[in-house]
Protein backbone atom coordinates (compact mmCIF):
# COMPACT_ATOMS: atom_id res chain seq x y z
CA UNK A 1 0.00 0.00 0.00
CA UNK A 2 1.16 3.64 -0.88
CA UNK A 3 0.86 6.04 1.86
CA UNK A 4 -2.29 7.92 1.08
CA UNK A 5 -4.40 4.85 -0.51
CA UNK A 6 -7.46 4.35 0.71
CA UNK A 7 -7.97 1.27 2.84
CA UNK A 8 -12.03 1.89 3.79
CA UNK A 9 -14.75 3.93 2.27
CA UNK A 10 -17.88 4.46 4.49
CA UNK A 11 -21.23 4.54 3.42
CA UNK A 12 -21.05 8.90 2.64
CA UNK A 13 -24.66 9.64 1.97
CA UNK A 14 -25.43 11.13 5.49
CA UNK A 15 -22.58 13.46 5.27
CA UNK A 16 -22.80 14.17 1.55
CA UNK A 17 -26.14 15.65 2.56
CA UNK A 18 -25.27 17.25 5.39
CA UNK A 19 -22.92 19.59 3.50
CA UNK A 20 -25.43 20.38 1.03
CA UNK A 21 -27.50 21.33 3.73
CA UNK A 22 -25.15 23.55 5.04
CA UNK A 23 -23.54 24.74 1.75
CA UNK A 24 -27.13 26.04 1.68
CA UNK A 25 -27.27 27.79 4.74
CA UNK A 26 -24.39 29.36 4.16
CA UNK A 27 -26.18 30.53 1.05
CA UNK A 28 -29.15 31.50 2.61
CA UNK A 29 -27.37 33.60 5.46
CA UNK A 30 -24.52 35.37 3.10
CA UNK A 31 -28.14 36.40 0.98
CA UNK A 32 -29.67 37.77 4.51
CA UNK A 33 -26.69 39.18 5.28
CA UNK A 34 -26.24 41.12 2.01
CA UNK A 35 -30.13 42.58 2.52
CA UNK A 36 -29.06 43.74 6.35
CA UNK A 37 -26.13 45.66 5.04
CA UNK A 38 -28.67 46.94 1.74
CA UNK A 39 -31.01 48.43 4.16
CA UNK A 40 -28.45 50.10 6.29
CA UNK A 41 -27.60 52.27 3.16
CA UNK A 42 -30.90 52.42 2.04
CA UNK A 43 -31.74 53.60 5.75
CA UNK A 44 -28.81 56.22 5.42
CA UNK A 45 -29.92 57.83 2.34
CA UNK A 46 -33.08 58.43 3.80
CA UNK A 47 -31.47 60.13 6.95
CA UNK A 48 -29.73 62.66 4.70
CA UNK A 49 -32.97 63.33 3.06
CA UNK A 50 -34.96 63.69 5.79
CA UNK A 51 -32.16 65.91 7.19
CA UNK A 52 -32.52 68.26 3.82
CA UNK A 53 -36.22 68.05 4.38
CA UNK A 54 -35.42 69.52 8.25
CA UNK A 55 -33.49 72.19 7.18
CA UNK A 56 -35.92 73.48 4.14
CA UNK A 57 -38.72 73.28 6.88
CA UNK A 58 -36.24 75.25 9.32
CA UNK A 59 -35.87 77.78 6.39
CA UNK A 60 -39.63 77.97 5.14
CA UNK A 61 -40.56 77.90 9.20
CA UNK A 62 -37.92 81.56 9.44
CA UNK A 63 -39.07 83.24 6.25
CA UNK A 64 -42.74 82.73 7.37
CA UNK A 65 -41.40 83.79 11.00
CA UNK A 66 -39.79 86.95 9.79
CA UNK A 67 -43.07 87.83 7.34
CA UNK A 68 -45.32 87.58 9.96
CA UNK A 69 -44.10 90.20 11.77
CA UNK A 70 -44.58 92.55 8.67
CA UNK A 71 -48.15 91.40 8.85
CA UNK A 72 -47.67 90.38 5.13
CA UNK A 73 -47.71 85.92 6.50
CA UNK A 74 -51.29 85.11 8.91
CA UNK A 75 -50.36 83.93 12.16
CA UNK A 76 -52.02 80.84 10.64
CA UNK A 77 -49.37 80.06 7.80
CA UNK A 78 -46.69 80.66 10.69
CA UNK A 79 -48.66 77.67 12.92
CA UNK A 80 -48.73 75.03 9.58
CA UNK A 81 -44.47 75.90 9.14
CA UNK A 82 -43.83 75.40 12.56
CA UNK A 83 -45.86 71.97 12.30
CA UNK A 84 -44.14 71.61 9.29
CA UNK A 85 -41.05 72.02 11.02
CA UNK A 86 -41.84 69.88 13.93
CA UNK A 87 -43.00 66.58 11.58
CA UNK A 88 -39.64 67.05 9.52
CA UNK A 89 -37.65 66.71 13.15
CA UNK A 90 -39.75 63.70 14.47
CA UNK A 91 -38.91 61.71 10.75
CA UNK A 92 -35.61 63.03 11.15
CA UNK A 93 -35.66 61.38 15.12
CA UNK A 94 -37.42 57.88 13.53
CA UNK A 95 -34.85 57.94 10.79
CA UNK A 96 -31.71 58.18 12.76
CA UNK A 97 -33.62 55.34 15.08
CA UNK A 98 -33.84 53.12 12.46
CA UNK A 99 -30.61 53.88 10.78
CA UNK A 100 -28.91 52.90 14.44
CA UNK A 101 -30.61 49.44 14.66
CA UNK A 102 -29.71 48.57 11.66
CA UNK A 103 -26.43 49.69 12.40
CA UNK A 104 -26.51 47.43 15.40
CA UNK A 105 -27.01 44.57 13.33
CA UNK A 106 -24.20 44.53 11.37
CA UNK A 107 -21.64 46.27 13.41
CA UNK A 108 -18.59 47.01 11.92
CA UNK A 109 -18.11 43.72 10.22
CA UNK A 110 -18.63 43.00 6.51
CA UNK A 111 -20.22 40.36 4.79
CA UNK A 112 -16.96 37.49 5.25
CA UNK A 113 -16.71 38.62 9.10
CA UNK A 114 -20.21 38.71 10.01
CA UNK A 115 -20.74 36.72 12.87
CA UNK A 116 -23.76 34.84 11.48
CA UNK A 117 -22.02 34.04 8.28
CA UNK A 118 -18.81 32.85 10.12
CA UNK A 119 -20.81 30.43 11.82
CA UNK A 120 -22.96 29.16 8.95
CA UNK A 121 -19.09 28.75 7.53
CA UNK A 122 -17.75 26.60 10.57
CA UNK A 123 -21.26 24.73 9.70
CA UNK A 124 -19.71 23.91 6.27
CA UNK A 125 -16.47 22.94 7.49
CA UNK A 126 -17.45 20.30 9.62
CA UNK A 127 -19.60 18.57 7.22
CA UNK A 128 -16.90 18.78 4.98
CA UNK A 129 -15.38 17.11 7.72
CA UNK A 130 -17.48 14.60 8.46
CA UNK A 131 -17.59 13.65 4.76
CA UNK A 132 -13.78 13.53 4.41
CA UNK A 133 -14.00 11.12 7.51
CA UNK A 134 -15.95 8.53 5.17
CA UNK A 135 -12.96 7.60 3.82
CA UNK A 136 -10.35 6.01 5.83
CA UNK A 137 -6.40 6.63 4.13
CA UNK A 138 -3.34 4.51 4.53
CA UNK A 139 -1.08 6.84 7.00
CA UNK A 140 2.00 5.58 5.54
CA UNK A 141 4.02 3.42 2.62
CA UNK A 142 3.53 -0.42 4.02
CA UNK A 143 1.96 -3.65 3.70
CA UNK A 144 -1.50 -4.39 5.70
CA UNK A 145 -0.78 -7.31 7.61
CA UNK A 146 -4.21 -7.72 9.53
CA UNK A 147 -7.87 -6.14 8.74
CA UNK A 148 -10.77 -7.02 10.83
CA UNK A 149 -13.94 -5.84 9.67
CA UNK A 150 -17.39 -6.34 11.58
CA UNK A 151 -20.07 -6.12 9.45
CA UNK A 152 -23.28 -4.21 10.68
CA UNK A 153 -26.42 -4.99 9.66
CA UNK A 154 -29.10 -1.73 9.53
Same mark, same amino acid.
Given at each position: ?????????????????????????????????????? +?? @??? /? =?????? *? #?? $???????????????????????????????????????????????????????????? +?? @??? /? =?????? *? #?? $??????????????????????????
Amino acid at each position: MQAGQELVRLDATDAGIALQDAEQQLARTVRQTRTVFA +NR @DQL /A =ALVAQR *R #AD $LDRAQADFNRRKDLAATGAVSSEEVGHARDALKAARDALIAAQKSLAASAALVGRTAIAD +NP @DVQ /A =AATVVE *R #AW $LALQRTRVRAPLTGYLAKRGVQLVSA
